[in-house]
């Protein structure tokens, strides 16, 4: 079993920035891919941006430029640094890996953008 913890959301203005960090721990032998997920109210959950082990990215076309994804192997950790908050970002934030095909999800975490 795997378990995911979730930290640094919260109440940004406009213009602000954030930093997510998602902790994964237990039966672990390697990760795949670490990602960032979020679910607006009455939205589907969207991608927001994964990174592979071996650090390749991908990102929403609404957070290019603005969001950057990274992780820590060694300590399967994944972090979402987010720059230039608008309110449409404003969502909660779901954390979730893939270890060995299985994917496990956080318990998420809300970001609000407002002024």
């Not at 109440?11 to 960090?21: A, D, E, I, K, T």
């Amino acid at each position: 079993q795997v378990q995911l913890v979730e930290s640094g959301g919260g109440l940004v203005q406009p213009g602000g920035s954030l930093r997510l960090s998602c902790a994964a721990s237990g039966s672990i032998f390697s990760i795949n891919v670490m990602g960032w997920y979020r679910q607006a109210p009455g939205k589907q959950r969207e991608l927001v941006a994964i990174i592979t082990s071996g650090g390749s990215t991908k990102y929403a076309d609404s957070v290019k430029g603005r969001f950057t994804i990274s992780r820590d192997n060694a300590k399967n950790t994944v972090s979402l640094q987010m720059n230039s908050l608008k309110p449409e970002d404003t969502a909660v934030y779901y954390c979730n890996v893939d270890v060995e095909g299985r994917h496990y999800w956080g318990q998420g975490t809300q970001v609000t953008v407002s002024s």
